[in-house]
């Protein structure tokens, strides 16, 4: 086996070995009859809103409050 080789099964073991010590985790699940379209916008909304920041800071509510406000918006615009 040349050192490329070794290199790469190494690293693989490596991958492995972290794997196997890893403890699964159970996803939250919501029932999807409890989310409103509203829920659904402002969440869309939020994930925009926040991966643009580097930090999020005390003001985290503001966001909520801002991508709700972008919901309300979005369900006004399908009326039309």
């Known amino acids: 086996m040349n050192d490329y080789m070794q290199k790469m099964y190494d690293a693989q073991q490596t991958i492995s070995d972290l794997n196997a010590k890893l403890t699964p985790?159970?996803?939250l699940q919501i029932p999807i009859d409890s989310i409103t379209l509203r829920?659904?916008?402002?969440?869309?909304?939020?994930q925009g809103l926040v991966s643009r920041q580097t930090t999020l800071g005390p003001n985290l509510g503001k966001y909520a409050e801002s991508a709700y406000n972008i919901s309300d918006a979005m369900i006004e615009a399908r009326k039309k």
């Open 25 to 27: 985790v159970k996803a």
């Open 39 to 46: 829920d659904f916008f402002a969440a869309s909304a939020m």
